[in-house]
């Protein structure tokens, strides 16, 4: 083994604060040695010292024990028993997560960890319900908060550990202070005309007229981080005002401490490694997602057909098919009389996607309802499309997946959000001030910016856009997904942000647009008819 290759571990272990002795890093250079050009994983001493993090001893037989559970993996997903050598994806491996069986954590703010809820959640909450909604969504992003760099306070006070730090000051302890302060609270309107800044100890009245603020919709029920002074009169004059820092999805899943909050379930780390393997070398992992699909429209029909028989053509079908509501291009609202001939639209839909036979047999498809679909109520989540509506479709599709809004999926080793409502107009007239211009004037962006510190997919107040109260937990969005889609009748879009895929497919009856997109790189093709 060269010296260069043992400094380059050397290296790793000193970035990540190891202090291994040599016949630890001998076992980690012959563990190296081991792996072949072909071998599935693309580094495999990055994975031995992630998973040597968890151990409290890091010496040569905790080092061996690690390496020869990464070879068991390595081989295991390297086998081919068909002899064939394309990887195709199969709908075991695509778990499909309804927003009703996603599982709720709290945090406990003394003992600093999260809690799995064990109780049954009614779907219709107590007043306790309510008041708990804002809690929980407080708790959330204060913990965030509690360990960010700028925010977080010091082991030892010095006048070194105060520069650059920004402690925040519970709004209670506001009362008799001067000076400028940092506070952390929840935007609401207490009295008409008058807001007011919330925290777990007090609420104050806040002046937002001179605030500079950052990228994103500042709505009623906004989780915010504000600057200011208190004024004589009792209110504080805001100078600086902007979201919650976003926190790294690696950083979060460490301190969930394994707890499965998206509710796929835990993998072994072969079916992890295998799963990351398919991912990648799959010939059929594209996944096209169309959003307004007006099955009483004949020109929409006559698109999505030709949809099929171009995927239909391809060498390799894609795996997934994600079709959003609205299914109708009138609200099935309590004037709407005409479920009987819905529901043979949707056995029409059946027959043309069954006279695709490739599609039929190598294809899944997903069904998510819109806004204005038929259901109970306009309340979120929304559970998945009536039985009596999707029957004769089944007859066609038997495997077609009909799940609620929102709902998760985990792709092989990717979390997915899909997410059907009509946001943006929504949030722009629900907006306190004009956004910022600084960071950028694309809406879609001050959407994203703005969904993804609040960790919350719809952080409206509840009387423009009503939750059930005991549910809210299933439009969180933490830890950060890989991909959320964002189903809007607006402008398709698509924009990372900080490593987090979003995109807006568009309206396919409107406008014929729709998105073919790729996990395994996060690829997003903007496509339309």
């Not at 064990?118 to 708990?132: Q, Y």
């Not at 394994?258 to 070398?281: I, M, N, P, V, Y």
């Not at 057909?305 to 098919?321: G, I, K, S």
């Amino acid at each position: 083994m060269s010296s260069s290759t043992r400094k380059k571990v050397q290296k790793k272990c000193k970035i990540r604060g190891y202090t291994l002795e040599l016949d630890a890093v001998d076992e980690i250079l012959s563990f190296e040695s081991e792996f072949n050009n072909d071998s599935a994983l693309d580094d495999p001493v990055d994975i031995l010292l992630d998973l040597l993090v968890t151990q409290p001893i890091k010496d040569k037989e905790t080092v061996h024990r690690i390496a020869t559970r990464i070879l068991g993996a390595d081989a295991a997903i390297n086998e081919t028993p068909d002899g064939d050598g394309d990887d195709v994806i199969r709908a075991s491996d695509l778990l499909i997560v309804d927003a009703f069986k996603v599982p709720k954590f709290r945090y406990d703010p003394i003992k600093k960890v999260f809690y799995k809820h064990t109780g049954s959640l009614p779907m219709h909450g107590d007043a306790f319900s309510k008041a708990a909604l804002y809690k929980d969504r407080f708790l959330l992003l204060s913990q965030m908060l509690s360990r960010h760099k700028d925010f977080s306070k010091p082991a030892f006070d010095s006048e070194l550990s105060d520069f650059g730090r920004c402690e925040i000051s519970p709004i209670q302890s506001l009362i008799g202070q001067t000076g400028r302060r940092w506070v952390m609270g929840l935007i609401s309107q207490l009295e008409d005309g008058h807001f007011y800044l919330e925290d777990l100890s007090a609420s104050v009245e806040i002046n937002l007229s001179n605030a500079k603020i950052t990228a994103g919709f500042f709505v009623e029920n906004t989780i915010v981080v504000a600057e200011g002074e208190m004024l004589l009169e009792g209110v504080f004059q805001v100078f600086n005002c902007g979201f919650p820092p976003l926190e790294g999805r690696d950083k979060s899943l460490q301190f969930l401490a394994g707890h499965d909050s998206f509710g796929s379930g835990t993998l072994t780390e072969q079916e992890t490694l295998r799963l990351a393997k398919l991912e990648r070398e799959a010939v059929n992992g594209n996944v096209v997602i169309l959003s307004d699909i007006w099955l009483d429209n004949e020109e929409a029909m006559g698109k999505l057909e030709r949809v099929l028989d171009a995927f239909e053509n391809e060498d390799f079908v894609p795996c997934l098919f994600v079709l959003m509501g609205n299914f109708c291009s009138h609200p099935c609202n309590l004037g709407f009389h005409s479920f009987s001939n819905l529901r043979s639209q949707f056995g029409k839909l059946g027959q043309m996607i069954a006279a695709h036979p490739r599609l039929k047999e190598g294809s899944c498809f997903l069904f998510i309802p819109g806004p204005d679909d038929a259901g109970p109520s306009t309340v979120l989540p929304r559970p998945s499309l009536p039985k009596y509506l999707r029957e004769e479709l089944q007859n066609h599709i038997p495997n077609a997946i009909f799940s609620s809004n929102p709902c998760r999926m985990k792709f092989c080793s990717q979390e997915v959000v899909f997410f059907r409502q009509d946001l943006l107009y929504r949030m722009r007239r629900s907006c306190l001030m004009p956004p910022s211009t600084e960071e950028t004037t694309d809406d879609f962006e001050h959407l994203v910016a703005t969904i993804t510190h609040q960790c919350h997919l719809c952080p409206l107040p509840l009387i423009v856009q009503p939750i059930i109260w005991n549910y809210d937990h299933s439009l969180y969005l933490y830890p950060t997904p890989h991909t959320i889609v964002l189903g809007d009748r607006s402008e398709q879009k698509a924009f990372k942000y900080t490593g987090i895929t979003c995109f807006n497919p568009g309206s396919f009856s409107s406008d014929g647009a729709f998105v073919v997109y790729r996990p395994d790189n996060q690829e997003v093709e903007l496509s339309s008819l």
